[in-house]
């Protein structure tokens, strides 16, 4: 009997052996779903939706310990009704604990932020607010920060002398040492991630009208933010593969604490930016040591934009209209010259001591 | 040949300043008398080296003129690939280099290396011009400044091409075309030099310059150093290059920037009045240019009507002779021939 009960046990272990390699919690079977590939529907909007979750990639993100229904908290029924409403990042998490204030984990303060900035909207937005970034827009939550094969040894081993359970310090380690490891993104996927939308000439066009008809004052440089950029010192640097030059949010974030700024972008107009007029000199000096009032008056979104600068718009047709007349005139010049040294008989070639060697087809007078 | 007010005015002072003696006067006369009056049966009839016959340019000027194109044209192979960084051919031209940032380092090093060399043009041109003003043998004319003689040679060049006139005008050391020419690589120069160090030291720029300007200022030369570059590059290409290697009698080079002299019949052609210079500083030219004169016919009918119409020889052989009385009993009348 206890053989049997012992077999029974193998296969049960076995069988439970490919959900047990997921390291997240999956305890209300959601994956009995959502683990296949091919789960997805056509939307009423004729949209292919994918509903599969990769576990072994969900295994190695932030959220790998979070239930699904943590997030996914109008799910009520299993199998769940077609789902209306979308995830929001400001629920508190009722599985996991802060550490710090021993309260159910929440990312409301900072959602709470994002929302006061220029950025700021609900998860459901209708019309323009809709173009606005919500949090996963930004926080794709992508494999950059995959947790190293084996923590160091040498530090693990220091941990477990009193946190017994050896795992408990692997994940300890693997969640601090990816924050004091820089892995914000680098200047040009910032650059590329913010002309996702600042450089869309749908969206730039539809804030624009919006703006023209109900008076609303929009950014300075909106309509041409991006674009500007890439004509830019900086843009062409960042393009270049410099990872020191300055990228969007090296400006428009506060350098005070640019982790919180990022969260709270502000037009220029607003006193708090550091782009506003008055901030322009210190945000430039995080770079520029010896930059003044001068230097910060420097346009670092130039544009040839007739509306937006006249000055650039003239100077470029003059440098091209000068350009082009010079040219035109001195290779003129080199034409009349030599038709008019052929016609005395000049030859192309120096040979017997002189070039002059046709007859000269002048009327002599 | 009866020389020109502006012949009479360009040897009278060359003579003077380099106090050519009374018998190379003479000697000089009986040449110029000689000289038919159509000049092109000169340049014609000349024989000419084609790696030069006559100086034209000091060492300094060859070093300087070596040390500037290879830097333009390195400038502009690096530079290009740079501002066009997407295209199709500078994406692997800057791969070969090892990137972009490498290109740059490169194009930034070559400009230390032009500044360098305008440097040393500045220094030279400088101090040549004041030694030959403490020598007394400074003549704007042959300067490469710009004159109203330039103005009238261009319209009377022009007439000539157009074959309204008989000659070319007689010009000097350096001819309209290559004023034009320097200035605006000098200006080209400065172009870029500036625009160049206001993307290396913007603060530096910005901070000298008022607040309502700077950001015009970074604009302008953010357009300035592309534009002046390929506009510079251009000219170079199909002006310059064509001038010293593809225009008739040009063709295939000219060895003037590697050898400093130029032919004979080129001087004659486009710089007649220094080749009256060097008609006055070198007998052998003179010898050469009166056996041609002979040997082929040349010699100008008119002659003896032309040497008495040369009022400048008796001239200047009457300032030699008061030169000499002034220094009368303390030196001989100077007669050693300039080197």
Redesign the interface.
């Given at each position: 009997m206890s053989k049997i009960r012992l077999l029974i046990c193998a296969v049960v272990v076995a069988l439970s052996l490919p959900s047990l390699s997921q390291a997240f919690v999956d305890d209300e079977a959601c994956l009995m779903c959502h683990k296949y590939p091919k789960m997805g529907r056509v939307d009423d909007e004729g949209f292919q939706k994918a509903y599969y979750v990769m576990p072994e990639v969900f295994s190695k993100t932030v959220h790998r310990n979070v239930p699904c229904r943590d997030c996914h908290y109008f799910i009520k029924q299993l199998p769940h009704r077609p789902v209306k409403e979308g995830v929001r990042c400001d629920r508190e998490c009722h599985s996991i604990e802060n550490p710090s204030t021993g309260k159910p984990f929440s990312h409301k303060s900072i959602y709470d932020t994002f929302k006061k900035s220029v950025h700021g909207r609900e998860k459901l937005e209708t019309g323009l607010d809709n173009d606005k970034p919500y949090c996963i827009t930004c926080h794709t939550n992508p494999l950059y920060n995959e947790e190293e094969e084996a923590p160091p040894k040498e530090i693990t081993d220091r941990c477990v002398v009193c946190h017994e359970d050896e795992a408990f310090a692997f994940k300890w380690y693997n969640h601090t040492s990816r924050r004091i490891r820089e892995v914000k993104r680098d200047t040009q996927e910032i650059v590329e991630l913010c002309s996702r939308c600042h450089a869309d000439q749908e969206i730039i066009a539809r804030h624009k009208a919006d703006a023209e008809a109900t008076g609303r004052e929009l950014g300075e440089k909106y309509t041409i933010a991006a674009e500007s950029y890439e004509k830019s010192?900086h843009g062409?640097v960042a393009?270049?593969?410099?990872k020191q030059v300055a990228n969007c949010l090296n400006c428009h974030a506060s350098p005070d604490n640019y982790y919180m700024s990022v969260h709270e972008l502000l037009p220029s107009r607003d006193p708090m930016s550091p782009v506003h007029k008055d901030n322009r000199v210190k945000t430039c000096r995080q770079c520029?040591k010896?930059?003044?009032?001068?230097?910060a008056?420097?346009?670092p979104h130039?544009t040839h934009d007739k509306e937006l600068?006249k000055?650039?718009y003239y100077?470029?047709i003059i440098?091209?209209i000068v350009?082009d007349v010079?040219?035109v005139l001195?290779?003129g010049?080199?034409l009349?010259?030599?038709?008019?040294?052929?016609?005395?008989?000049?030859?192309?070639?120096?040979r017997n001591?002189?070039?002059?060697r046709g007859r000269?087809r002048?009327k002599r007078? | 040949m009866k020389l020109s007010n502006d012949a009479n005015k360009v040897l009278g002072t060359f003579l003077r300043q380099y106090k050519i003696s009374a018998e190379d006067v003479n000697d000089l006369e009986e040449i110029v008398s000689m000289m038919p009056e159509d000049r092109?049966q000169i340049?014609?009839?000349?024989?000419?080296?084609?790696v030069g016959d006559l100086f034209r340019y000091s060492v300094h000027i060859r070093i300087q003129h070596l040390l500037t194109f290879t830097t333009f044209l390195l400038l502009a192979f690096t530079g290009l690939p740079?501002h066009y960084?997407d295209a199709f051919w500078a994406v692997p031209f800057n791969d070969v280099l090892g990137?972009?940032?490498v290109t740059?380092v490169i194009h930034r090093t070559l400009a230390a290396w032009m500044v360098l060399s305008m440097v040393y043009h500045l220094v030279t041109v400088i101090g040549g011009t004041l030694q030959k003003m403490t020598l007394g043998q400074f003549d704007i004319a042959r300067s490469i400044l710009p004159v109203m003689k330039d103005a009238r040679d261009f319209v009377a060049?022009?007439s000539?091409?157009?074959?309204r006139s008989?000659n070319r005008p007689e010009m000097d050391k350096f001819m309209y075309?290559q004023k034009i020419h320097y200035f605006a690589a000098a200006f080209g120069n400065i172009v870029m030099v500036v625009s160049g160090s206001s993307?290396i030291f913007?603060?530096f720029w910005?901070?000298v310059?008022?607040?309502?300007y700077?950001?015009?200022f970074?604009?302008?030369m953010?357009?300035?150093h592309p534009?002046e570059a390929?506009?510079a590059l251009?000219?170079i290409a199909?002006?310059h290059w064509?001038?010293v290697h593809l225009?008739?009698?040009r063709?295939?080079m000219q060895w003037t920037f590697l050898t400093g002299k130029l032919?004979r019949?080129h001087q004659i052609e486009e710089h007649f009045l220094e080749y009256l210079r060097c008609l006055a500083s070198l007998p052998e030219e003179r010898a050469y240019l009166r056996e041609m004169l002979v040997s082929k016919g040349l010699v100008s009918v008119s002659k003896d009507i032309d040497a008495r119409q040369n009022f400048l020889f008796d001239q200047h052989r009457q300032w030699v002779k008061e030169q000499a009385m002034q220094e009368a009993g303390q030196e001989p009348v100077a007669e050693e021939k300039p080197s």
């Open positions: 010192f062409k393009k270049y593969g410099n520029h010896t930059a003044d009032a001068n230097y008056a420097i346009d130039p600068n000055f650039n100077a470029e440098y091209a350009g010079a040219l001195l290779v010049l080199s009349f010259e030599t038709i008019g040294r052929k016609r005395d008989g000049v030859s192309w070639v120096l001591g002189t070039t002059w000269s002048r007078k | 092109r340049y014609k009839n000349v024989e000419s080296n084609p740079i960084n990137g972009v940032e740059r060049d022009m000539y091409h157009a074959g008989e075309k993307f913007p603060e910005n901070s310059l008022p607040a309502d700077a950001s015009h970074q604009e302008m953010r357009l300035s534009h390929l506009l251009l000219v199909f002006w064509y001038n225009a008739p009698g063709f295939p032919t019949e």
